[in-house]
């Protein structure tokens, strides 16, 4: 009987990895749609029958990276409509800063909380 390689193994484990970030992710986004009801943050749109997007706050490759803790933290993420996500000029796509200025007024807890969070890695 043939025993894998170790890169065999490495793969496998890269692959158990991804498909339990996913997970997490998946679990987390939907945690944010049912806290935020269904509804765009921004232009309070009923998204219940239509696509929703949410936004991290902190972008996915900074938690892989920096912020492993963020990942299921719902505190980091926002439901948008794809419009308000991608296209409006004050999308955090399209104008960050002002998206972030948004966030800031609308949600002074949270932004805090992430602006800490952030603060405290150790590097």
Same mark, same amino acid.
């Given at each position: ?35 935020? *009801? ?11 029958? $239509?696509?929703?997007?949410v ?20 505190? *980091? ?16 796509? $399209? ?5 972030v200025?948004?966030f800031? *007024? ?9 602006? *800490? ?7």
């Amino acid at each position: 009987m043939k025993h894998p390689t170790k890169a065999l193994l490495k793969k496998r484990e890269k692959r158990k990895l991804k498909k339990e970030f996913k997970s997490k992710l998946s679990k987390c986004k939907n945690k944010i749609i049912e806290r935020d *009801n269904y509804h765009c943050q921004k232009c309070n749109k009923d998204l219940s029958s $239509q696509m929703k997007h949410v936004h991290h706050i902190v972008s996915l490759q900074s938690v892989k990276r920096m912020h492993p803790e963020l990942l299921e933290d719902t505190l *980091n993420g926002i439901l948008l409509c794809s419009y308000c996500h991608k296209f409006a000029p004050d999308s955090p796509h $399209q104008g960050g800063f002002e998206f972030v200025e948004f966030f800031k *007024n609308k949600f002074p807890d949270r932004y805090e909380y992430l602006i *800490n969070k952030l603060k405290s890695k150790k590097f």
